[in-house]
């Protein structure tokens, strides 16, 4: 277990709901200001996306993110080192979310290995999924790297348990049968599977795709620990907001949060923390 | 396998290199199922969809039907009389020129189409290039009573204006993909996105040897007609009965794999040609895209780069993994021609036979005119080339070449 897990585990049993917010590195020639700012808005952890020439699981305003950061010829190294240069501020732990051939053609071992370097404690590789991983995990835990899986609203319940057992960091859960991208509704499938791996795991579980408002987020975290919100940040980002701005956005999503987070436990929870035999002490 | 082969006329060929697929779709190092975790399952439905409709005399009579009184097969098997003479070898066309919507393509789509159909799906989805895959897929869509939808670059609905109408007249929906480099490759990305969103109603038609297993297999078996064909007229046509080459195009590579599914077992050189400016094999380095694993065209870090050729059906930086595989183990060699050879090619082989092919299908033409008489191709080879279309889709692209 790495910082990550260890940071969103310790806020989740605080009686905390999480926010991990997302941004493109490269987006903007000052883009490590938003992850000040997301951090002054109360993020608890921030995934750092690599952009991929070909985002196969992105909507547009991702995919925009991603061609736009690529255009001003971002690599994933100037990316690392940006984030090496603020690690002294930035006190969240990262998360890198980019496709299998960024993480390939470096190697496992050494990918994940810059990835520590430069303090990133967490790694989401969508187009890995559990039956190919082919030792990516067991690089990244060597690097003290967490491998976040995946679990989609079309997983079976055995995958779901083999997902559950091997993730690290957190499960992703994926709200939709979709791509990423904002949506008017919080996906009736996210609440149900959120529901489903909480049964199954004692690790924090976050549902992320089409978490556009702090109404989706509070629905979300009344089954989840907490959310991940990309499309409805980026798409100000794309029209040039700053990075102050963005956060505003933010910090409404974890006033939302909040409220949710004060209140008492929720039946699953409990459920839950008879399952493992967890304390999980604010909710209680 | 064996008595289902016998049972449905075709001759019996067995090889120990182009079988099924290992563990997890593996051609040796290449192939896979890098998709989403949300594609999983409906990759795993096609898997079992597929290996149970192709044990199925039914299904294999239905579509044997279907190609035969649909889409004219047997395509036959023309010698090269006076390309022959002139390069002092024995050339054999292998004309899928003649297949209906004039490709190889509707071989594969008429499989997929079938499968879509007996798995309940009611609406195909297809990546296209230079739109003959998407031509082929609204074909059996309609023909199948199906909704069609496919996506297409939209640098390459520009480029093959003709297609993207030819797709409309037969009732499909052709979506403009502006992502990326607006080519085949966003294409694929596009389809693969919508897919996701609609699995319970569409079956994703893949137009070649490429995506997540099972699809590179898949796209083989439907195709390897065209080497079994071509395997029983050489049979007739050559005293060996076996040519010592066998060359077609490799965009993908899905001609090319049918064909040398029918040739793995003998001692027949491969040879697959890509276009110069979309080498995979030659240029490219091991990467996943599109749900694979195989050669990719990319630069040092990854990011998948844009290929270049004047055949849009060329144009894509991927190559099929089992390709890749045989590549690797020396059972075919992959080579490269330019497009000024290409457009050579297509020249010099209309007037020498009368045969206007594809800009994609001139590529196999032109490594051979380059190499006969050479110690590459020797003179007195014989050669069986496969014509993979026919070149109307190119005339607008030939004429202003022309100018
Ligand atoms: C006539 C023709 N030949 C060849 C190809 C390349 O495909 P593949 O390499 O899968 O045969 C295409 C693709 O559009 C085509 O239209």
């Known amino acids: 277990m790495s910082r990550l897990e260890t940071t969103l585990r310790a806020a989740r049993d605080a009686g905390g709901k999480l926010l991990v917010p997302y941004v493109t590195g490269g987006i903007t020639a000052d883009w490590t200001d938003h992850l000040l700012a997301y951090q002054e808005a109360g993020a608890d952890a921030i995934e750092v996306g690599l952009p991929f020439s070909d985002p196969m699981l992105d909507g547009v305003t991702i995919q925009q993110a991603s061609d736009r950061a690529l255009e001003q010829r971002v690599t994933p190294d100037r990316i690392l080192s940006d984030l090496a240069a603020v690690r002294d501020r930035v006190r969240v732990p990262l998360v890198a979310m980019t496709y299998a051939n960024l993480v390939v053609r470096l190697g496992y071992t050494e990918f994940c290995r810059r990835l520590a370097d430069a303090g990133v404690s967490g790694l989401i590789v969508p187009d890995v999924p559990l039956d190919e991983l082919g030792g990516l995990d067991d690089a990244a835990a060597a690097a003290g790297v967490d491998l976040v899986l995946l679990v989609a609203p079309s997983t079976t319940p055995e995958r779901l348990d083999d997902i559950c057992a091997r993730s690290r960091g957190f499960i992703y859960a994926v709200s939709v049968m979709g791509t990423t991208g904002e949506r008017a509704d919080l996906a009736a499938t996210a609440t149900a599977l959120a529901a489903s791996v909480t049964a199954r795991t004692d690790r924090p579980v976050l549902i992320g795709f089409g978490v556009s408002t702090a109404a989706h987020a509070v629905a979300a975290a009344a089954t989840a620990d907490g959310v991940v919100v990309a499309s409805a940040l980026m798409r100000r980002v794309l029209d040039g907001a700053t990075p102050e701005e963005v956060a505003v956005d933010l910090a409404a999503i974890r006033a939302g949060l909040d409220t949710v987070a004060t209140g008492t436990s929720t039946g699953s929870t409990a459920g839950r923390v008879e399952q493992h035999g967890y304390a999980r002490a604010a909710r209680a | ?403």
């Open chain 2, 1 to 403: 396998m064996r008595e289902l082969l016998v049972a449905v006329g075709r001759p019996e060929v067995s090889s120990s290199v182009m079988r099924e697929p290992a563990d997890l779709g593996r051609f040796g190092e290449y192939g896979g199922r890098f998709v989403p975790e949300s594609l999983i399952p409906a990759c795993e439905a096609v898997e079992a969809a597929f290996r149970e409709a192709w044990a199925d005399p039914r299904f294999r009579g239905q579509l044997d039907r279907l190609l035969t009184v649909y889409a004219g097969r047997p395509t036959p098997m023309t010698p090269a009389w006076n390309l022959s003479a002139e390069l002092g070898i024995t050339l054999l066309l292998k004309r899928e020129d003649l297949a209906h919507t004039g490709s190889h393509k509707i071989n594969n789509v008429l499989g997929q189409a079938l499968l879509a159909r007996r798995m309940g799906k009611t609406r195909l989805i297809a990546e296209t290039g230079a739109g003959q895959h998407g031509v082929a897929t609204a074909t059996a869509a309609a023909l199948l009573g199906m909704d069609c939808t496919v996506y297409m670059g939209a640098e390459d609905t520009e480029r093959q204006e003709l297609n993207v109408f030819r797709m409309k007249m037969l009732g499909a929906e052709v979506v403009a993909v502006h992502s990326g480099s607006r080519t085949l490759k966003d294409a694929c990305n596009e389809a693969m996105r919508q897919w996701v969103a609609r699995v319970d109603d569409t079956y994703y038609c893949v137009g070649s040897v490429m995506g997540p297993h099972p699809y590179p297999w898949m796209v083989r078996e439907f195709q390897r007609v065209i080497g079994d064909e071509a395997r029983t007229q050489t049979a007739t046509e050559l005293t060996a009965g076996v040519p010592d080459y066998v060359v077609a195009c490799v965009g993908g590579g899905s001609n090319a794999a049918g064909t040398f599914a029918g040739f793995a077992d003998t001692d027949a050189r491969l040879i697959g040609v890509e276009a110069a400016g979309g080498a995979a094999m030659t240029d490219g380095a091991p990467g996943i895209v599109h749900g694979y694993r195989s050669k990719v065209l990319q630069d040092a870090n990854g990011q998948i780069a844009e290929a270049h050729s004047i055949s849009a059906g060329l144009d894509y930086p991927g190559i099929g993994p089992e390709h890749a595989h045989l590549g690797d183990i020396g059972r075919a060699r992959y080579v490269t021609v330019t497009d000024d050879e290409v457009l050579d090619a297509v020249r010099r082989l209309a007037r020498a036979e009368g045969i206007l092919c594809a800009l994609e299908s001139a590529h196999a033409v032109a490594w051979v005119m380059r190499t006969a008489g050479s110690d590459e191709l020797p003179p007195g080879a014989t050669v069986v080339l496969t014509l993979s279309g026919r070149g109307d889709k190119d005339m607008a692209t030939l004429m202003e070449r022309a100018q």
